[in-house]
T-cell receptor, first 111, second 114 residues
C-alpha cells in the first residue's frame, strides 16, 4: 500500500544547530514534493516545493533534497531558532490535484 | 487578502445533529480542498473542487458527508447526522498555481461531537 513516513518522535535540538527532518515514501512516484509548517491551532503553511528532476532547493535557512531512487526527502533548517519550533509536514503530489500529507515531525529548538 | 476564511472556529454538537462548516477561499484561486486532521490519521483529503466543480470526492468517508461550492467565493461541508467519530479539525485550503505557492490553508474548524 502507499505510505508516507516521517519521524514519529519529536526532534529536540539546540539553538544554532541544523535540524534535519526525514520524509520517506513507498509505492508513489510523485512529480513533486512539498514541505509545510504547522503551528498549534493553525493550518499548515506552505514552505517549499521540489520537483522530481531537482536534487536540492533552498530558501533562506531552509534546504530540501529529493532522492527519487531512495524515495526520500530531507528537510534542513540551518542556524535553527526557538521560533522554528513547530510541526513540519511533507506532502506528495500523487496525481490529478491530489496531495497526500505525512503525519508530521514535531521540532523543538531550545534556546 | 485575508487568506482562507473558515467558520466557525469551534463547533460542539450532539450526536445526530447536522453540522455545516463554511469556507471562503482566496479570491482568484480556482482550486478548493477540504481536509480533515486527527491525531490517529493525520491530514486526510476529503474532496476537492476546480472552478466550483467537484473533481474527486473519494476521500469523503460516508454518505453522511456532503460538500458544495455554489460559487467561487464560498464552499460548505455538511455532516448529517453527525457522530462522535467525526470529531476532528476540518481544514479548507485553496490554490491557484500550486507548483509555485502550494496550498493556502484556513485556520480550521475544530468539531466536537458529543
Amino acid at each position: 500500500s502507499q505510505k508516507i513516513e516521517q519521524n514519529s518522535e519529536a526532534l529536540n535540538i539546540q539553538e544554532g544547530k541544523t535540524a534535519t527532518l526525514t520524509c520517506n515514501y513507498t509505492n508513489y512516484s510523485p512529480a513533486y514534493l512539498q514541505w509545510y509548517r504547522q503551528d498549534p491551532g493553525r493550518g499548515p503553511v506552505f514552505l517549499l516545493l521540489i520537483r522530481e528532476n531537482e536534487k536540492e532547493k533552498r530558501k533562506e535557512r531552509l534546504k530540501v533534497t529529493f532522492d527519487t531512487t531512495l524515495k526520500q526527502s530531507l528537510f534542513h533548517i540551518t542556524a535553527s531558532q526557538p521560533a522554528d519550533s513547530a510541526t513540519y509536514l511533507c506532502a506528495l503530489h500523487t496525481g490529478g490535484f491530489k496531495t497526500i500529507f505525512g503525519a508530521g515531525t514535531r521540532l523543538f529548538v531550545k534556546a | 487578502d485575508a487568506g482562507v476564511i473558515q467558520s466557525p472556529r469551534h463547533e460542539v454538537t450532539e450526536m445526530g445533529q447536522e453540522v455545516t462548516l463554511r469556507c471562503k477561499p482566496i479570491s482568484g484561486h480556482d482550486y478548493l480542498f477540504w481536509y480533515r486532521q486527527t491525531m490517529m490519521r493525520g491530514l486526510e483529503l476529503l474532496i476537492y473542487f476546480n472552478n466550483n466543480v467537484p473533481i474527486d470526492d473519494s476521500g469523503m468517508p460516508e454518505d453522511r458527508f456532503s460538500a458544495k461550492m455554489p460559487n467561487a467565493s464560498f464552499s460548505t461541508l455538511k455532516i448529517q447526522p453527525s457522530e462522535p467519530r467525526d470529531s476532528a479539525v476540518y481544514f479548507c485550503a485553496s490554490s491557484s498555481d500550486r507548483e509555485q505557492y502550494g496550498y493556502t490553508f484556513g485556520s480550521g474548524t475544530r468539531l466536537t461531537v458529543v
